[in-house]
């Protein structure tokens, strides 16, 4: 009887196991309604209207998803705190809008995000002594119960009194009935409780007037879709209706419907994007013609170099002469190319900047202008918002924005200029009083963006009391220019530094520049043919080996030389020798 009991137990025992196993792998009912769940308080995401009827961003991004991928849904809106109860017992399936934190993924599984929510410290209008998490030590502070904010408050075991409310409006309005000292509340929301009159929630009391959000968020969250724990049937549906409507372009319709009128903007930014739109459109045609010209281009150096293997079966001993001809010719035409693309991009990102410096100093002055009313009206009435923040916080920022907005202005029209002055074909003489640090500054801004790209670590160190040297400086800003890119190439990483520096050399009446990387350098053999034409190492990524000969023979123009001296792994360093200016009778 002992050893029956021995092997009818464990049989029980796996039964009731099994049968439980089978009851929670029992797959989601595709036949029946969706249980949707969400807050009834909390727009623009999700809310009761006037006739009370559920709205917001959530219920209509959930209504388009079981439209596109067929399900039939019944949205239920209440407390948060009960629907977060009622998704646990199994009262709904899924939640419209939940938070990600990495303590309620041990309770549920979220979707892909579909919005990111922003919470704030929001503080009446006279509370100086609170600027961020830590200051909420000690303090009163009114969180809605069950809320993302209330579990970072315990999770974070942040010693502060905690006061629960229900929804977010009673958070808001107990704090602007000067009770307690700040409320948790998601900046969005906040906003759209206190400035949307359609909803007509809390707007009838005056005295919300009187709180507003701290200008930096206390914490940015994914916000998505949320199912109970171990649900993936259910949420991959709502993440494959999600896909769709991205993949269609009605997400970013709902998005800007609902969320886009509120995101705040810096001013800036607006009117960054607002010009960059009008050089970015030109500039795109330009690129066009300019692929499909370089198409044709490269179809007449086919015919050429067919032409020119004709004539290497008959004559062999010119072969290599045409060859080089041919290369000059093609150098030539992309270097004509580039002056006319240059000069160009240079006409279109003029007009659109013209406009930028002739409207800020007129709007400065507009300001200046306006600014003795704005003060008079701070002095007699207090504090009012101008755009997102105070008058007194404005003030101050406004001729700081305007200014920097004009000095970026400057620094386009700086760049513009040198870039015409570098593509532009200069046939003076050798014979110009010519600063070679001037030289090396010019250089640098038009190569700024490919050293940014290349390194982290460079530096230019320039002489103080630096002689002019004898010469053309916009054919030395031809080789500078080249030798900071070939030093930018040679780099493996961004790690490697790039050095100049300038100086003067007085036992042989030289002005120095020193181009210095900490690249892949190179060998013995190399070193010695690196200004022969048409030789380089760098053939398959399109080199032409007619920089550095083209930028020797400049520098033996101006009757200076290039100085070379490097080792394989160990860097390399080139040094530009031109000759002072001497007055000459």
């Not at 503080?123 to 200051?135: G, M, Q, T």
């Not at 053939?539 to 020797?552: A, F, Q």
Request: with cysteine; hydrophobic share 40%.
């Amino acid at each position: 009887m002992k050893n029956l009991f021995q092997y009818i137990i464990p049989a029980i025992l796996l039964l009731f196991c099994s049968n439980n196993i089978a009851f929670a792998e029992e797959p989601v009912r595709l036949d029946l309604p969706v249980r949707v769940g969400g807050d009834y308080n909390y727009p623009p995401y999700e809310y009761l209207d006037q006739d009370g009827l559920p709205t917001g961003y959530n219920v209509e991004l959930s209504q388009a998803v079981a439209r596109v991928m067929g399900m039939e849904i019944n949205i239920q809106l209440g407390s948060w705190g009960v629907m977060r109860q009622a998704l646990d017992q199994g009262d709904v399936d899924i939640l419209m809008g939940m938070a990600h934190t990495e303590e309620r993924l041990a309770e549920v599984d979220f979707s892909i995000p579909h919005a990111k929510v922003h919470q704030s410290i929001w503080i009446r209008d006279n509370n100086k002594n609170i600027h961020n998490v830590d200051d909420l030590v000690g303090r009163e502070v009114i969180v809605m119960k069950g809320s993302v904010m209330h579990d970072f408050m315990l999770d974070n075991e942040i010693a502060a009194d905690l006061f629960m409310v229900q929804t977010l409006a009673d958070a808001l309005k107990l704090l602007a009935s000067g009770q307690h000292d700040c409320a948790l509340v998601a900046k969005l929301p906040g906003e759209y409780l206190l400035n949307d009159p359609a909803l007509n929630i809390i707007l009838s009391d005056p005295i919300l007037n009187n709180i507003h959000p701290i200008a930096r968020p206390l914490v940015a969250q994914d916000y998505g879709f949320a199912v109970k724990k171990g649900n993936l049937e259910q949420l991959e549906r709502f993440n494959e209706g999600l896909s769709l409507l991205k993949t269609s372009g009605e997400y970013r319709q709902i998005r800007e419907r609902w969320l886009g009128v509120l995101q705040p903007e810096p001013i800036s930014w607006k009117n960054l994007i607002r010009y960059g739109a009008l050089v970015i459109g030109p500039l795109l045609l330009v690129l066009i013609a300019f692929a499909l010209w370089s198409r044709t281009l490269r179809r007449q150096v086919a015919l050429r170099t067919k032409e020119l293997e004709c004539e290497i079966a008959e004559r062999m001993r010119s072969a290599e002469e045409l060859q080089i001809r041919q290369k000059q010719l093609l150098h030539a035409d992309k270097m004509t190319s580039l002056g006319v693309l240059v000069a160009g991009v240079a006409h279109e990102i003029n007009n659109p900047n013209g406009l930028i410096q002739l409207s800020l100093p007129q709007l400065n002055k507009a300001y200046q202008s306006i600014e003795p009313i704005l003060d008079d009206h701070y002095q007699k009435q207090g504090d009012f918002k101008l755009g997102w923040f105070d008058y007194s916080r404005m003030r101050q920022e406004i001729p700081k924005m305007l200014q920097e907005m004009l000095e970026s202005s400057n620094r386009i029209k700086r760049i513009v200029e040198d870039l015409k002055d570098f593509a532009r074909r200069n046939d003076s003489g050798l014979d110009d009083k010519v600063d070679l640090n001037e030289v090396v500054r010019s250089a640098l801004r038009l190569v700024d963006n490919a050293l940014r790209k290349a390194t982290r670590h460079f530096q230019v160190d320039y002489s103080s009391e630096l002689p002019l040297f004898r010469g053309n400086g916009h054919r030395i800003e031809q080789v500078i220019v080249n030798l900071i890119l070939n030093a930018c190439q040679a780099l493996t990483s961004v790690d490697q530094s790039i050095k100049l520096s300038t100086y003067e050399r007085q036992d042989d009446g030289m002005v120095v520049l020193e181009v210095y990387d900490e690249g892949r350098g190179l060998d013995e053999e190399t070193l010695q043919r690196i200004t022969d034409p048409f030789f380089t190492t760098k053939r398959e990524t399109g080199g032409t080996g007619l920089g550095l000969s083209v930028s020797d023979g400049i520098v033996q123009d101006h009757h200076g030389q290039l100085e070379f001296s490097a080792q394989p792994g160990q860097g390399m360093m080139v040094t530009l020798l031109l000759p002072i200016y001497e007055e000459q009778e």
